[in-house]
């Protein structure tokens, strides 16, 4: 299977202000990828050249096999972070004109509309000014503009801000049906648990630069920090017979709780039963990295450090400790 | 394409299909039909009927008897009728009807003797003090209808007026002193009287004989025929004023309410974020040009409808062989010329901005484009060919305007002169699109603090 985008190197700056630099991405068809990062880290900059509505100073890009999203835009389609509605105009009537925009007329076209405003709650208000709809009634509006034409490629710019979470569920899954029709999906957000929850695979940008990119499932072995978390039962209890039980590597208290390293090749599991054996604990776990954690970690390592931060986790990522996760 | 053409029919039909359309384009009409059937009357309405007293101090004695000759009443009446005649024969047969000159012409005779003015002459000795003489002239009185106001004017005339002091010297006049708040036309009618009694006097001092003056310093106008390749008609001297003008009415009202509408709905769609939406379908320049497009169509719409009405009042009138059915071919012409120009630079301006209130700025050397014309309505119209009109022609956008101007004009240019006026509005519009484009594609996605025109001009180099 050919891949839906591919960008080689991509580079675009504002005056001083580099807002993309040097990015490489390679999107499969069916996919769905998240592109996380902190808000001005060049997300919607990025997603903008994909579309071909900036372009960028350096790199190359393939979006559906072609050069340029311009000889494919009936076949994507694009819900911008910065959308709104005509005011004055009917509902159902915008979602008509989208479609026709997109080549997707037909005499079956007001049907498609119904069937959509339906799907997304908005039957009855076909023919209400797009003024009268609430924010987040529109911003459902906006999303079927953005697929009324079933595109192949579906790339969202922080499609859930601004929802209740309700609509916030509702909104996961029409994409996830996207994703099952068959389309290539990309979307954007900063917030984490969002990514978690959709995406196979996210691409973490951060001041322009991509510091991530990898499934979810693989981030979470490799990031793996190799360590375990416990509390003892009462609070006070002496827990320096855990210390020295094989595969601790060190111990360092943490609140209430104590963080235990791991030894390089040891066995998580028979640590944890090790230490239920020899201390009465109320908690033990292995200490599982979110996203959030990761995203956290490079946004707020300070400014100098924040890219070698960036370099040394993807090292890290790379190295030997991945190595032995896959092993 | 279609994609452009689905962008224009939305923007027309956003325009059009729109109440304050609809009225403004309803509205416009009827005021200026009401103008041409109000206007003949309020400027025919009689003066009102005034009584009082004029008093002259005349020590020439010679005078006061033609003022009172003059004023009498059913002279003026007579005169009145006289006027309404000629006024009557150089209004247009068809237009008379409609302004209803024609029946108020009638009934204001009618009426003209009872109206008229009724003024008492009173000769003061020529010894009075000029200063006993003004004072009823300070009193205010009460107005009561049929009353006499009083003393209206006091006229003072010179010893000299109808004989020369000295053996060559030029002759006298007189003063007129006058009450507060006289009518003009009262004013008016004591002047002429005035002016037409000391001119007596004078024929008649010089021993020469009023009539055969008159006779002798008569020439009756000539009426004028103009001669052209399709025949002979007579010339309209009013239809040929107005022409030219309201050929650039019709094209700077077309031009300018569609460019308005267009800066209107691209700020909007800026300000309302759907921009990036559209562009996820469209590219910038579908885009513009789609919308440039759907607002020429509104800018035909309105010629369509004023010039037809136009067309259709001429025919009604039997007028239609004055126009020059090329005329409102080139009207056409030059609109769309005109428009894309003045539109591109709305688009461009549109685009830059984030909302209605820093587009004023930004479209004040635009206004000053489209104004020139006005101011330069009277120098060309007078003198079509000048070599100022001739360089006029040639300047995008401003030729546009001046070339329809001259070609309206009693002497229009020659073919050349069009054709050249023809490719520079062509060239024009053609740079205005490029500027607009490079500028539209920039400025959609701006956001932030409005733009000067420098920028804008650097934006257009820049992409």
């Known amino acids: ?327 | 394409m279609s994609k452009m053409l689905h962008v224009a029919v939305r923007e027309f039909l956003a325009t059009v299909a729109t109440k304050g359309f609809i009225i403004g384009m309803l509205v416009t009409p009827l005021l200026i039909a009401i103008m041409i059937v109000v206007m003949p009357r309020l400027i025919n309405e009689a003066p009102p009927r005034v009584e009082g007293e004029l008093a002259v101090i005349d020590p020439t004695g010679e005078v006061a008897p033609g003022v009172r000759e003059y004023l009498k009443p059913e002279a003026l009446a007579l005169r009145r009728e006289e006027f309404r005649k000629n006024l009557e024969e150089a209004t247009p047969e068809a237009l008379r009807k409609v302004s209803g000159v024609d029946a108020q012409t009638r009934q204001a005779l009618d009426a003209a003797l009872g109206e008229v003015p009724k003024i008492d002459v009173v000769a003061l000795d020529p010894g009075v003090d000029l200063e006993t003489a003004k004072a009823p002239l300070r009193e205010a009185r009460e107005q009561h209808e049929g009353e006499s106001e009083g003393r209206l004017a006091l006229i003072v005339v010179h010893p000299d007026a109808v004989t020369p002091a000295s053996e060559g010297a030029t002759y006298g006049g007189y003063d007129l002193f006058v009450k507060e708040k006289l009518d003009d036309r009262i004013d008016d009618e004591i002047r002429s009287g005035v002016r037409e009694a000391i001119v007596d006097a004078r024929i008649r001092a010089s021993g020469l004989d009023r009539e055969a003056v008159q006779a002798l310093t008569h020439v009756d106008r000539a009426r004028s025929t103009t001669v052209s390749a399709s025949g002979e008609r007579e010339t309209n001297r009013i239809f040929q004023m107005l022409l030219p003008a309201v050929m650039m009415g019709l094209l700077l009202m077309s031009v300018l309410t569609s460019g308005q509408y267009l800066l209107t709905s691209t700020v909007e769609e800026k300000s309302n974020r759907v921009v990036e939406v559209l562009l996820s379908a469209v590219s910038p320049m579908q885009l513009m040009v789609g919308k440039i497009l759907g607002q020429m169509a509104v800018g035909i719409l309105i010629l369509i409808l004023y010039a037809g009405l136009a067309v259709a009042a001429l025919m009604s009138f039997a007028m239609m062989g004055l126009l020059d059915i090329k005329l409102v071919i080139l009207l056409f012409v030059f609109y769309l010329l005109a428009y894309l120009t003045i539109a591109s630079f709305m688009a461009a301006i549109g685009s830059a901005v984030n909302e209605m209130r820093e587009a004023q700025t930004l479209m004040t050397p635009v206004m000053v484009l489209i104004m020139i014309p006005w101011m330069l309505w009277m120098p060309i119209s007078r003198d079509p060919n000048s070599t100022f009109a001739t360089v006029m022609s040639f300047l995008p956008p401003v030729s546009n305007f001046v070339i329809l101007l001259r070609l309206a004009s009693s002497s229009p240019p020659p073919m050349w002169q069009v054709l050249l006026a023809l490719i520079a509005g062509a060239a024009g519009a053609f740079v205005a699109v490029w500027f607009a484009a490079k500028v539209f594609r920039i400025g959609l996605l701006m956001y932030g603090k409005p733009p000067s025109f420098a920028t804008l001009v650097r934006w257009a180099r820049m992409a």
């Open chain 1, 1 to 327: 299977m050919s891949d839906a985008i591919v960008l080689k190197g991509l580079t675009k700056t504002f005056g001083e202000k580099v807002a993309v630099d040097n990015l490489d991405l390679t999107v499969p068809q069916g996919a769905l990828y998240g592109v996380i990062g902190p808000n001005g880290a060049g997300k919607t900059t990025a997603i903008r050249m994909i579309l071909s509505i900036l372009f960028p100073d350096r790199g190359e890009l393939s979006v559906l096999g072609r050069p340029s999203a311009l000889e494919a835009k009936d076949r994507i389609g694009y819900l911008p972070e910065e959308r709104g509605l005509y005011k004055k105009m009917k509902v159902g009537a915008f979602l008509a004109y989208m479609a026709r925009l997109k080549s997707a007329d037909g005499p079956d076209l007001r049907d498609r509309v119904r069937a959509w405003l339906e799907r997304v709650g908005l039957a009855d208000d076909e023919n209400k000014r797009c003024e009268e709809l609430s924010k987040g009634m529109q911003q459902k509006a906006q999303f079927v503009a953005a697929v009324i034409h079933r595109p192949d490629l579906v790339i969202l710019d922080e499609p859930f801000s601004g929802l209740d979470p309700v609509n916030q569920r509702l909104l996961r899954e029409l994409v996830l049906e996207e994703h099952r029709r068959g389309a290539t999906v990309l979307f954007s957000t900063h917030i984490m648990i969002h990514a978690e929850q959709l995406c196979d695979h996210v691409v973490m940008i951060h001041e322009g630069r991509k510091v991530l990119d990898d499934t979810i499932a693989d981030i979470r072995a490799r990031y793996d920090p190799r360590s375990l978390l416990f509390e003892p039962f009462g609070g006070h209890a002496d827990v320096s017979p855990a210390e020295t039980l094989p595969g601790v590597a060190a111990m360092r208290q943490d609140g209430v709780a104590w963080d235990v390293a791991l030894e390089a090749g040891a066995d998580p599991l028979r640590v944890m039963r090790a230490i239920s054996e020899v201390i009465p604990v109320s908690r033990l776990e292995i200490r599982r990295p979110t996203l959030e954690d990761v995203f956290v970690r490079i946004v707020t390592g300070d400014a100098a450090s924040a890219t070698e931060d960036a370099a040394r986790l993807l090292e890290g990522l790379r190295g030997p400790a991945a190595a032995e996760v896959r092993s």
